[in-house]
Structures are given as C-alpha cells and as structure tokens.
C-alpha cells in the first residue's frame, strides 16, 4: 500500500489545520493508520491511530482533546484534525499503515508501510 500525507502548511498558534493519508494499492486489505511526528532535533513522536473501521482510536496523552482522527474507508482517507495548534506542534507528520488487527499501535516500529510526511508550522 502507499500512503499520501497532504494538508499540512503555516498557521498561527491556536490555529487549526486537517492533514489527509490517502491509501492506495493494496486498500482492499484493512489497514490501520497511525499519525507519528517529529520535530526538529527530535525522535519521531505517536499522535494517533484508528482502526480500520474507524470504531477505535487511541492518542498520544499530551494531544488528547486538541487532535482527532478519522477516516472515510469510501475514499481511503485518513484524517487528522489539529486544532489550538502550539508552537510545539510544528513538526513533519507522517502518516503510516500496518495490517489490521485487534490492537492498536503507538510504536512506530509495528507499521509497515509509511507516508513521506507533511511539514506543519505553527508561528507564535
């Protein structure tokens, strides 16, 4: 499967910005998508993950109520809505995919499959 991330872009603190993952190949198959960042000087950090069928979703703890994810399985998009973005969000955000089972992942090595990640830049 190969994954798209757009959306991303300039915005002032408080901002808001929705990123998009769109799938293709292999989406027949059921992926679960996860959202991972990494800012400058830093190792990639998780944001969040869905489920394939949207029914579970998991959050990094620090971004719990700022950020949500969703997707529409009918265009093979996964969605990240950020809002009250901070200076400290800024970072390149990638999206990934791993096959989907039971479990949700927040360690970046589970995924198989990954996005070439969307810069975000929120000024103070």
């Known amino acids: 499967v190969q994954l798209q991330a757009s959306g991303g872009g300039l915005v002032q603190a408080g901002g808001s910005l929705r990123l998009s993952c769109a799938a293709s190949?292999?989406?027949?198959?059921?992926?679960?998508i996860g959202w991972f960042r990494r800012a400058p000087g830093k190792g990639r950090e998780f944001v969040a993950t869905?489920?394939?069928?949207?029914?579970?979703?998991d959050y990094a703890d620090s971004l719990k109520g700022r950020f949500t994810i969703s997707r529409d399985n009918a265009k093979n998009t996964v969605y990240l809505q950020m809002n009250s973005l901070k200076p400290e969000d800024t970072a390149v955000y990638y999206c990934?995919?791993?096959?989907?089972?039971?479990?949700?992942?927040?360690?970046?090595?589970?995924?198989?499959?990954w996005g070439q990640g969307t810069q975000v830049t929120v000024s103070s």
């Open positions: 990934a995919a791993v096959a989907s089972n039971w479990r949700l992942y927040r360690d970046a090595q589970n995924y198989d499959y």
């Open positions: 190949g292999r989406t027949s198959s059921s992926y679960n």
């Open positions: 869905i489920s394939w069928s949207g029914d579970s979703t």
